[in-house]
């Protein structure tokens, strides 16, 4: 069996496998549905709970970002007890005054440390590690 050819693209290295003399069934290339099903399951980030005391910020807009990040922009306000300014410590909602953009609850990353967000009011409020909600 000869090496595997690689091919580099931007941001990943692609390794493509010389073909061998006997070819793999479909079914066998693809695995079982459940087992499928349940790797897709576990690599998704779940969505966080919020309870009605936790804190919320609205903005005129929000967005998606890059890499799980949810951003409010511009004109944002503060629940009670949110920072106006740095990070955000704990689980937060970021909601629109327009009623399509996306809504986003946002988390902490306890294994690296770093906070759910980061204030900047009135002007932006983003947070770290969102997931949109399932309605938008």
């Given at each position: 069996m000869n090496p595997p050819n690689r091919l580099l693209l931007p941001a990943a290295i692609v390794t493509l496998a010389v073909a061998s003399a006997v070819p793999a069934?479909?079914?066998a290339i693809a695995g079982p549905p459940s087992s499928t099903a349940a790797r897709t399951t576990a690599n998704?980030?779940?969505?966080a709970e919020l309870r009605d005391d936790d804190l919320t910020y609205t903005c005129d807009r929000t967005y998606v970002g890059k890499k799980g990040k949810g951003w409010g922009w511009p004109n944002c306000s503060g629940s009670e007890g949110a920072p106006?300014?740095?990070p955000i410590n704990e689980k937060f909602a970021i909601t629109s005054r327009k009623s399509s953009d996306p809504k986003f609850q946002c988390e902490e990353v306890e294994e690296e440390g770093f906070p759910a967000g980061e204030a900047t009011l009135p002007e932006k409020v983003v947070g770290f590690n969102c997931t949109q909600d399932a309605d938008d």
């Open positions: 069934s479909a079914s998704a980030p779940a969505a106006k300014k740095g």
